[in-house]
Each structure stands twice: as structure tokens, then as C-alpha cells.
């Protein structure tokens, strides 16, 4: 089931350290997430409900990942002009034109100031913050060279929003080219097709087969409209419900996606490169490989590839090299390995590695820039063949008629 990155807000009533009756609001993401809180706060909870909406209240804005790297670069900023952490959470929260954001934010500044590390503070709010986030974080408040790691988070979570954008976008095109092109042909079938029926019913003359043909297809989807949008709902809907709960579907539809012409290759050039720009980060933070690999294999965005470093990971921690493991996927070009090797060897993997994503992540731009362009005449092509060829069906036996009459 999918997480909700929400918060709830409750109403709580409770009694505190000295026993006294106190009551108040809380957001939390959940009736026991809430109740650890309140604990957390010394007050012994006796009820925690949900807050009952208004009717006129205004929805509750989401945390988006690009919200996540705006904040991580935001403070990288501030903590290394110097501006202390917690005074820096106080800047940035209050700043913040999120409501829901600037909430967490200064969560996350209480519980700094009630003692907690910042790792500590973010490792409390895993919808928001995932493990690769948190443990280099850990590991740079450890070295004290938090502001350097910081840096690096923020660098590479924008590089992955960016990269995200692009296969979005390279995603989107096609899709919502086929979409236009079903939505205006019913349109046209449904509520411009019978018009021109009843006009040529009043002539009484013989119509082209093709005519024929496309009248009898919009008798058709105005008899049969409503399973034609409940059959489309129905698949989407299935769609959506296998995709987030089936493993089997989630491979099956990854692993097509990148058999794809142009699209496949986007996807598997996103892949490498969201693969090398997460290890180099973590490299550079100094997490062992073998417990690098698996944050990297998360955040690859492709259970074919999530599997493939999952299974480099168990090879690697039996002893074998990395270089070797890579290959008998099957997965990543020679220059990756080969790339991987020497900074392996040189002992300088991050910047190798590095070097590796800014290359595909580049190859990904042109690409998403070069399907656009394909898809442009595309889009002409499928447009004019169905509403050109629905205009001819129609006017063809105005052409005959007047043919006729002359």
C-alpha cells in the first residue's frame, strides 16, 4: 500500500509531569505516531482524535521532493556562512511559503533543541527524509564536516529532480498525445458525426463505403459511450491498483518500459545515472560499499536495475569485485565499469563516478530534447489522420453531390 506523505491533525487532552489536565492540537502521521509524540512531551495522553474538517476549509499543501532539495541546499547555505543550526531552521521554517513545510521544519528544530542530533531529528520523519538523506547527515555530524556533506546532498538532490523532470517529461509527451487524440475523436464521433447523418438521411442519395463506415462507428459510440469511458476507468484504475501493490506487475512493467525504442533508452541512461551520482555521493561521505549499494539501488527509480545492485551488493560482500559484478548484469555499459575500475584503483570512485552521471545525465537531456522534436510530427500525423479522415468521410458526399448537381 502506498505511504501517505500527509500529516493528520489531531486534538489531544491529557495530563502532564505534574499531573494537571492540559489539552491542544498535534499533526502527526498517524493515531501512534501522535501518542509517542505526546509521551515523548511527558503528557499522559487520555484521548487523541482526529481534528474534524470544516466544510470551507482549504486542502493541506504536500511536502514535494523538490521542496526536500530547495531545504537541503537552503541549509547547506546557511551553515557554512556560519548561521548556527538551530537559528537556521528557525530562518528557513519561517520563510518558507509551504505551510505544511514550514511545519515540519521547525518540528525538526525542536527536537534539536531538545537534544536530538540532526540525524536523530530527521531519521523521526522517514516520508521526508530518506535513509541515504539521514545517513549521510549521520556521517557528516560524526566527522564534523557537516556543511561539506550537506553541500553534497544538496547537489545531488537537485541533479535527481532534475533528471526526474526530464524522464517525467520524455513520459508525459506520448501519453497525453494519445489521450487528446481518443478525447477529440469521440468528441467528434459522438456530437459532430450524427449531425452530418441526419443531413445526408435528407438527401436520400447513396453514401461512400467510407462515410458508411463512419457512421456506423459513431452509431456505435453513442449507444455504447458509457463502457467505453467505464472500460477506460476500469483500466486505469486496475493499472493503478497493481502498480502499487504488485511486485511481479512493477518488474513486468519496468522491464517493458525499457524495451521501448527512444523511451527505453532515456530510461536506462536516467538509470546509470541517478546509479553513479548516488554512489559518488556516498562514496565521498566515506559509507562502505556494501551499505552504500543498497540506498543506491533505491534510488536507481527501476526495479530491474534495483535488483541488479541489490544483487552487486551480495556479490561484494562475499568478495567479489564490483567491477566483475557489474558485468554479469548486463546492465551497465563497458565505459561505466571500465570508468568504475580506475577510480577503484586510483582510490578517487566519487569523482570517477561523478564524471559518469554529469555525462548521462547530459545524454538524457538530449535525448528527452530530441524525442520532443520526433514527437512533434508524430503529433501531427496522428491529429490529421483521425480528424482529417473524419472531415473527408464527412464531405465526400458533398463532393458527390455537387459533383452531381454540376
Not at 475523436?185 to 463505403?209: H, N, Q, R, W
Request: proline content about 3%; glycine content about 6%; charged content about 20%.
Amino acid at each position: 500500500m502506498a505511504d501517505s506523505t500527509e500529516q493528520i491533525d489531531f486534538t489531544w487532552k491529557g495530563k502532564d509531569k505534574q499531573g494537571k489536565v492540559v489539552n491542544g492540537e498535534l499533526a502527526a502521521l498517524s493515531i501512534a505516531a501522535g501518542r509517542a509524540e505526546l509521551r515523548r512531551q511527558g503528557i499522559r495522553v487520555i484521548s487523541l482524535r482526529k481534528k474534524p474538517k470544516s466544510l470551507f476549509s482549504k486542502a493541506k499543501a504536500t511536502i514535494s521532493t523538490k521542496d526536500i532539495a530547495i531545504f537541503a541546499r537552503q541549509l547547506a547555505t546557511m551553515l557554512e556562512s556560519g548561521v548556527p543550526l538551530v537559528q537556521s531552521f528557525d530562518i528557513i521554517g519561517k520563510g518558507h511559503e509551504n505551510p505544511s513545510m514550514a511545519e515540519l521544519l521547525l518540528s525538526i528544530k525542536a527536537d534539536i533543541e531538545s537534544g536530538d542530533t540532526l540525524a536523530q531529528a530527521l531519521n523521526k520523519r522517514p516520508l521526508y527524509f530518506d535513509e541515504l538523506f539521514c545517513n549521510l547527515v549521520e556521517a557528516g555530524e560524526q566527522s564534523g564536516v557537516l556543511e561539506s556533506l550537506l553541500d553534497k546532498i544538496a547537489t545531488y538532490k537537485e541533479k535527481s529532480e532534475s533528471i526526474k523532470a526530464k524522464v517525467k517529461k520524455a513520459l508525459t509527451y506520448p501519453i497525453a498525445v494519445i489521450v487528446i487524440a481518443f478525447i477529440v475523436t469521440a468528441i467528434l464521433l459522438i456530437f459532430v458525426v450524427p449531425v452530418f447523418k441526419d443531413l445526408f438521411d435528407s438527401f436520400g442519395a447513396e453514401l461512400p463505403g467510407f462515410t458508411l463506415w463512419v457512421m456506423g462507428m459513431s452509431d456505435w459510440m453513442v449507444a455504447n459511450w458509457y463502457y467505453v469511458i467505464g472500460s477506460v476507468m476500469a483500466v486505469v484504475y486496475t493499472f493503478g491498483f497493481f502498480k502499487k501493490r504488485s511486485k511481479k506487475f512493477n518488474y513486468f512493467l519496468d522491464r517493458l518500459m525499457l524495451k521501448i525504442p527512444i523511451v527505453g533508452l532515456i530510461l536506462h541512461k536516467s538509470a546509470i545515472a541517478r546509479f553513479a551520482r548516488t554512489l559518488a555521493t556516498m562514496s565521498a561521505a566515506g559509507v562502505p560499499l556494501v551499505d552504500a549499494l543498497e540506498s543506491v539501488a533505491g534510488a536507481t527509480g527501476n526495479i530491474v536495475y534495483y535488483n541488479a545492485v541489490m544483487q552487486m551488493r551480495d556479490d561484494v560482500s562475499t568478495g567479489q569485485s564490483m567491477q566483475y559484478s557489474m558485468l554479469q548484469t548486463e546492465l551497465f555499459p563497458h565505459m561505466v565499469v571500465q570508468m568504475l575500475a580506475i577510480g577503484e584503483e586510483s582510490g578517487s570512485i566519487d569523482k570517477m563516478l561523478d564524471k559518469v552521471a554529469d555525462f548521462y545525465e547530459e545524454e538524457v537531456d538530449n535525448l528527452v530534447d530530441n524525442l520532443s522534436s520526433l514527437m512533434e510530427p508524430f503529433i501531427m500525423v496522428i491529429l490529421g489522420t483521425l480528424v482529417g479522415g473524419l472531415v473527408v468521410a464527412m464531405y465526400l458526399p458533398i463532393f458527390k453531390l455537387g459533383a452531381a448537381v454540376g
